[in-house]
């Protein structure tokens, strides 16, 4: 679909080099500045919102959903765009997790591994393969495992069958492990990226599908392996969601589907593909939770937060978009 | 018919530049009522620039554009509209997912808000018989038909717009003998009506036998203006070329028998561009395809790279067959490719100079499958080394770079490798200035010296003459003549324009 | 411009889909032991009428090849704004709706047009926010609307098989369908959807087109919300993602391409019928919900694998090398 | 009020012997969630072994419920059954059925006050529930020897008559002991991972020391408050801890409340209103008159009682 293949557009207006650019840019810059400023008065400002209980809070909240954005951000760099499948994927193998309980929490959670990259990795063959749309492919993907997860659970909430899914709830130095986890993961994710052949084959990819098969790159087996690991990191916001809740049903994966797109989008990875970085997502998340939270503090309703993560995405994507085209001209 | 008429439109001093690149200064002509005026000059020159400020494309940077005596912003495709100028741009510009009946009403101002697509039938079907396309039907969809009659539809789009200026780019480049011919008899009846219109084309006979006045352009200005009458093909050669380029083509000594045969193409078709191309070419040489926009030199290679899906035929490197239509079998094979778009199909603009010079050397640079820091900057040294780029942007992104060194960036990266057997080149100077075409000449020598095998395509005769040691000349999708010995550059330039006719067979 | 052909994809697709649906919904009494009656086919338009303004929004964007993912959130906030400012007025909710609704969309095209970002981050960044909008503006309740004359009239039968809310949105159909073949419009938003750059070169006006396009999708889609309010008598904050999936289920069968430029608002019927008429079917024989779930994940899947460029050239690929060579082989 | 009752009792020779050519058309709640599909698979099985015809109409969507009421008045059963997703949308169809004559029995949550008259029920004692949570949380908050304290509320859906009316039972309780004090009701949505992120935040709000009470409207959200309590690192349970209570009862409640991370809950469970239900669409069909409205007699759970109901709530 040519909405996301982004920019070059071979239509786009001669941009003239000079003050209006640097102005432009230098908007933008007065923008960015005034909204940090306002939001550190607006935090400051906020009872009990700079300590340590707090800053616990923000990450421990932002940390389910940003592992799943981890995992969604390999596969936008790769220029998928995204998968709206993440809620699915997340509470089918929540509901394996669990079943799985009774032999024991690390071959439960191999189990939920292994079978999110099963569920996830078809998807990315596909895409990468066959080049197949992946918005509507994931859509069809999302009512398939629905279906098929509601069929055989025969829709009733799966529970623990052992006791060992426990210990992913423990706090280690007073912190949840998720947390470390999520930041354990953002630095694999970010070195992967960075420092290794198939993150750097990613980035090419994302950046231009056409010039990647002109040049022999192996467009649909890096694509594959980029949705395999989105399936591993689903796996493990599944298995840590399933053991927060204790409990297990089609239901699990709630709005985890848009939080992490909204995470990705916050963190300043452009849909388009071939950038973003695991940080920049793990910093999106956090702005995310921490804008949720500074709000809640002040006492504004559920829907008064989820406006804001509209507006900040929004903002997010424009300046991106600006910025990028700014330094293009 | 001559240009006696009153002259109808008027360019002045046309400037505009593109960042650096002065693409057309100082422009000047005027087209008569009535007069079919041609705008010659080779790759580069400005035609388009000039066709698209007259069409509403881009604004002039200053000089006055005249229609009919009053002088016009054209500052949008519908200003240009209103003000009576009909446009077939250079590149394809008709909607494939539309009928035809609807691609001749798009953007025409007189259909009005309501769709008269019944009433305003007889009269597009005369608009497509006149161009030849009797036998489609207007309500196919577009898709259905080939390139030549998508022209022809766009052709026919402009004709029945009833334009005080119709302006034609290329209008020919990828039609044959016949649906030219259709053209040419169109575009006279338009003429015969008392309208103007300015005719691009690289193919010299059509200009001489359609036009009345040809305006020549060398490097952005305008060389002259003259009547055909006084002109012959090689005359005009002339004055595209500057001074006549009438020395010999060196030899470079090599022999013409040597070592075997590394690349084999036979009977290598693509349906509608492409008709059964054969070539063997030898280790340590350049070879150059030569051929128009449409003369299928392009999809020779673009097939050859496993880039056409619809390709058939025989490709063997070292006597291995190579799957045709799979990429990554061409590169496992040893078959490097630069495509004529950098942009789109080349680089990764938004990377640095590094990762684009090393995008497809990543196995070799990692161990594990991780990056070897020592592996890659050694490679990077000796690549950086080997474009004559400067080691200390190499972590600058590759947008940041002139047209010239991104294209040597492009080329470097076929370079320096080992497992590459044979590198092909589509238009590997298209855009690129003086300075960085000799760098990239230099480069590509350098690779035939260390025993590589070049293949590159090109319509410029200079390029063709200082750099390949063979010339194959094509035309509208079959070879015209292969050039192994001495070529004077007013031949090749016959034959990239001409197809394989004889003098006699043309009007002058 | 005719109708297309059938032997083109945005007739075909739903052609094929409603004829299917309409065997299997006549074949109701054989395979269950219920009787068809004239409420069902009132019955399935009536779940039309809930989907259908959706599928008409999605749809015209994506014909314009960009894809309006707010569509949800302007439904749910149409469907608020009618029931919080219209009980003292239907007609000031509906207003108000519509009103959004075109506000929404002309931002959204506006930024879209003007600073060529691609739809899906911007429209998903909307979709989040109104929901949030929505949800401010109710408390994050379910709004109950009292005006219950307005309830029992857009649902009541007409002509047996219809209610004024199906003919309204049915109406609208064909409104789009005539606007779309009667007016240019029809064809330059195929032009811009097809090739962007061949259309603003032909003298298209693309940037008008879209802002416009996205202000129909946001109009639409708050009347949408409007009509299912007071059909429901409330107005809920938070309609999940089920109807936008369902939207673009039926917009797909209904003949749009992914890749933009392709469809007509006759298909979009098409396509969202077949979609009415197979949940009338699933709520007649009582299928359970996730069998119709699957069967959707199956069409979606077929079309989207159908869709996919690469298999397409390797068909291609295919095709050539079965097909004989027949040229001399000559050496130059 | 039985006018139901007495307009469909007229048509079959209504023979005491099995209910053979009963036709129930079925609008509850869609497999998809929990407690309807053991509901469901209670209720239909029952009726169906009575010779009873159910069809199946069920969904988890509003929007879809509407038409499937729709539907069902269309069938002309003898007794349309419903569980009422989004009490205002189905006013209208409830009183589209009152005119087509068909009955219609309400389960579970109470109907719009508009139409009450117009329908049976058979109905959670949401109150009840409610009043069990409170009386759970000064239970176990005077247990640990606290005079005061303050407590939150994480509730379900707020739109729905459940959560209004089990948050009646619970302030009405709370308001005899004012000494516990509600600092903060906050919306869960029923969904277990939105609650947990809320809870995580109100503990750093308020600290450990500024809750010592939780109160989850059903098991799934006041495990995660529990769970989110842990990662604070607020202690949960025992002599000092957080006391923690449901009212709404799940098998891994049960489990909690025996590993003494919960302090209590209450029934509900799907098991006993479907075995309710089904009895009385039984004496209804079997002219026995049941009343009009009939409360699910609901207990409370705590440690104490927790064997007593380990089976029953097990199910869901
Ligand atoms: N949009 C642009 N941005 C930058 N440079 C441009 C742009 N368009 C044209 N140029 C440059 O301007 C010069 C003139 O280009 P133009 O397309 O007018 O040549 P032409 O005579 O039409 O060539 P051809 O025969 O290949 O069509 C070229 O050097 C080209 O690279
Ligand atoms: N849109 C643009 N606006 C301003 N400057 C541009 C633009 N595009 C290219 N340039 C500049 O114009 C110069 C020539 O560009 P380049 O040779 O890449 O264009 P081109 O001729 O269109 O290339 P090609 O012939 O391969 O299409 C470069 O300095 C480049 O930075
Ligand atoms: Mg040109
Ligand atoms: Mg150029």
Redesign the interface.
Known sequence: MNVMSAP?RSDAP?RR?GRSRSRAELVIDAVLLLAVLAAIVLALTTHRFATVANAKAILTSASLVGIAALGLTLITIGGSAVSLAISPSVAAVGMIFLSAQSFGLVPALALAVLCGILITGVQGAIVGYAAANPVVLTIAASFAITGIATGVSGGSTVSPTGGGYDRLNATPGGVALSVYVLIGLALIVQWTLR????G??L??IG??R?????????VGRTTAVAWLAAGALFAVTAAFTAAFNTSANVNLGGTLTFDAIAAVLAGGTPIAG??GSALRTLAGAVLIAAASDILLLRGSSTGVQILVKGVIVLVVVVLVHLR?EGS?A | MSATGEELVRVDDLTKS??STRAVHGASFGIAAGEIHALCGHNGAGKSTVVKMLSG??TPDAGAIRIGGDRLDLHS??VA?RSGVA?V?Q?????????V???L?????R?????R?RAAGPRLRALLDNVGLGHVDL?Q?LSELGIGERQLVEIA?ALGQDARLLILDEPTATLSDVESEYVYAAVRAVAATGRAILFVSHRLGEVLGLCDRVTVMRDGAVVATTAVAGLTIDSLIVQMLGEAPHRLRKRTGREAEGPAEVLNV??L?V?GRV??F???LRPGRVYALAGQLGSGASEVLRAI?G?V?????DIEVDGVTVR?????A???AGIA?V?NDR?????????PIS?NLL??R??A??RW???DRQRWSTALTRLVGLCGLDGKRSADSV?SLSGGNQQKVFVG?GLGRSDVRVLLLDDPTRGVDVGGRAAIHVLLRDAADRGMTVLFSSTELEELLDLADVV?TMHKGV?VR?HDGDVAGPVLLREMTHGAATPAEERR | ??PP?FR?PEASLPVAALVLTIIAFVLIPTYTDTALSSFDVYNTLQIFARLGLLTLALGLTMIAGEFDLSVVGTYALGGMLTVQAGQQHWAWGLLAALGAGAAVGLLQGGLIARLKIPSMPVTLATYIALLGLTSALSGGLTKTYANVTVTLWVDQPVLTYFSPRSLITLGLFAAAAAVL????W???L??I???R?????????VDRLIVGTFAASGVLSALGGSLLSFSLGSANPDPGVQPLIVAAAAALLGGV?LAG??GHPLGLLGGILAVALLAEIVAVAAVPQYVSQLFFAGLLGIIVVIDAPDLH??L??QR??L?P?H?????? | ACGGGSSSGGGDTAGAAGLEGKTVNFVGYGKDNPWGAYFNGVFVPKLESQGVKVVDLTTMDPGTAVTNFNQAISNKPDLIVAALLDTSSTVVPIKKAKQAGIPVLVFDGRPDPSVDADVMQVLSDSEALGTAAAQNLVEGLKAQGRNSGNLIAITGTKSGFAAQDRMKGFDAELAKTPEYKVVDIQDGNWDPTLSGKIATQLFAKYGCSGIQGAYGMADYQALPIVAAAKQAGCPVGGKTGLVVTGSNCFKVGIDAIKAGTLYGTATEDPGTIAEQTADYVIRYFNQQNPPAKELVKEERVTAENVAQFAEQCSKA
């Not at chain 3, 750059?197 to 006006?205: F, I, L, T």
């Open positions: 070059p001669i080099p420092r290794t052949g198939f750097r084959s980035y090419l950046e231009n056409r010039a990647a098969r002109a040049a022999g790159l192996p071939g950038r990028t293009r | 593109f960042g494309q881009e495709r519908q509209q446009l741009d590149e394809l510009s008709v909607v494939a997912s539309l009928t009946a609807e691609n009403m798009l953007g025409d101002l259909a009005g808000w309501l769709n697509r309500d969809p789009r036979s009977g078709s349906a008709d059964d054969s070539i063997g790279a880039l899906p619809a390709a058939t035929g045709p239509g799979h990429p990554i061409a590169t496992r490719f495509s942009k789109s199909e080349g680089l990764f603009l938004d990377k990762w995008a497809t990543l196995p640079v990692t499958g991780v990056i947008r990266r194959i070879v292969r | 411009m005719k052909s083109r073949s009667l007016s240019r029809g064809r330059e195929r032009a959807g097809g090739d750059r061949a259309g603003r070169v032909a003298g298209v006006r391409s430029g392709r050239s390797a291609v690929r050539t090398r097909r060579s040229h001399p082989r000559t050496s130059i």
